[in-house]
């Protein structure tokens, strides 16, 4: 079974830093991460940034010049680093990937089960 978990999440005043891990983990010949959302309470899941396979990263303009996406594909890890947290930026944060397991070699697309960022004014 495959699956990603979140973590790195927390309690921050404004204008501190976070750094969320997403990390897959089980039986897979292959792993692609796609990227970090976010959801704030009575929103809708947004898109927060992506990656792709070459590492290109794109940002939502709320977060652009303030978080970085990056992977570490030998740790099977994907990172956001957020800086300048801003109380809007209080939300749940999920990663999600897709790739093939290694049982029956079938398709697989996940989501991590998030992680509560909180921003304090």
């Known amino acids: 079974q495959v699956q990603l978990v979140e973590s790195g999440g927390g309690l921050v005043q404004a204008g501190g830093s976070l750094r969320l891990s997403c990390v897959a983990s089980?039986?897979?010949?292959?792993?692609?991460?796609l990227g970090w959302y976010r959801q704030a309470p009575g929103k809708q899941r947004e898109l927060v940034a992506t990656i792709t396979s070459g590492g290109h990263a794109n940002y939502a303009n709320a977060v652009k010049g303030r978080f970085t996406i990056s992977e570490d594909n030998a740790k099977n890890t994907l990172t956001l680093q957020m800086n300048s947290l801003k109380p809007e930026d209080t939300a749940i944060y999920y990663c999600n990937a897709y790739g093939i397991r290694t049982l029956n070699a079938s398709l697989y697309y996940l989501w991590g089960q998030g992680t509560q960022v909180t921003v304090s004014s």
């Open positions: 089980g039986s897979f010949f292959s792993i692609n991460f």
